[in-house]
């Protein structure tokens, strides 16, 4: 639901015992792929339990839009032993719910020779956040897993923070301010929203200009429902988030 500024602590750097292992349907094996996603385990018991979750979130990805229509990732893991977690994670009483070593962040962009999104599930945590981010940047996804009723809203939780992590803001009109607004899904007049979305206004049924993004009631959002206003109650991303993100993911817009 949340974005936040990317929150790092660091230590005296040490060798990690930890692999970075990747996806067992994944062709290659190698990095390189326009977007990296690292799934990485906290508070799991059972290395089952994680292996089903990421699975969970990955195919929910390969059947949205407009991911369906690309095959330009590549998925990774990382299972953390309990003493890793305490190494690496640091719990904070404040927002976001822990920091991560800044230095095993690196270690990640060294063994995969490139810009990744790092998705920490967190089996028995009640936060998701995102850093507001784009496509060629590192960012940090927290998936709280108890914020979750079921498989379907677990899945559509992620889809919309990683929505963040690529860019899009969020679309609630009823919360606090949650984010700036910005392109391309979140107007502060209706002068820029006519600049961003205005020539779909029209020709795609769903697309108009609607009150409410980013926490204030006077900003405008392009449709009345999508992943990044209340996931459970969408399907998808919407047709203007939709565009975005099929040029973010051919290499269009940096």
């Known amino acids: 639901m949340f974005s936040f500024a990317l929150c790092f602590f660091c230590l005296v750097a040490g060798c990690f015992a930890y692999d970075i292992k990747p996806y067992t349907q994944q062709a290659s094996g190698k990095s390189g792929g326009s977007l990296n996603l690292v799934f990485c385990s906290l508070h ?45 994670f640091k719990p904070t009483s404040v ?3 822990f920091k991560v070593r800044k230095d095993f962040l ?13 998705i920490i599930i967190d089996a028995e945590g009640p936060v998701s956040c995102a850093e507001l981010s784009s496509i060629d940047k590192l960012s940090l996804i927290i998936i709280g897993k108890n914020r979750y009723k079921d498989k379907d809203s677990f899945a559509k939780g992620f889809l919309h923070e990683l929505g963040h992590s690529l860019g899009l803001r969020d ?38 200009y609607f009150s409410g993004c980013c926490g204030k009631k006077d900003y405008i959002r392009p449709t009345v429902a999508s992943l990044m206003n209340e996931p459970d109650k969408a399907e998808d991303f919407g047709p203007v988030n939709e565009r975005y993100l ?3 993911l051919a290499g269009t817009k940096k």
């Open 44 to 88: 799991y018991k059972d290395a089952a339990d994680f292996a089903r979750d990421r699975e969970t979130l990955i195919r929910r990805l390969k059947i949205t839009k407009p991911f369906d229509e690309y095959n330009n990732f590549e998925f990774w893991y990382i299972n953390l032993s309990q003493k890793e977690e305490c190494k690496v």
């Open 95 to 97: 927002f976001p719910p």
């Open 246 to 248: 099929r040029d973010v």
């Open 171 to 208: 679309e609630y009109a009823g919360c606090g301010e949650l984010c700036p607004p910005g392109p391309p899904n979140c107007a502060a007049a209706k002068k820029e929203a006519q600049e961003w979305w205005g020539d779909l206004v029209g020709k795609d049924s769903r697309v108009n």
């Open 106 to 118: 690196a270690d990640i962009s060294a063994k995969l020779k490139g810009v990744y999104k790092l």
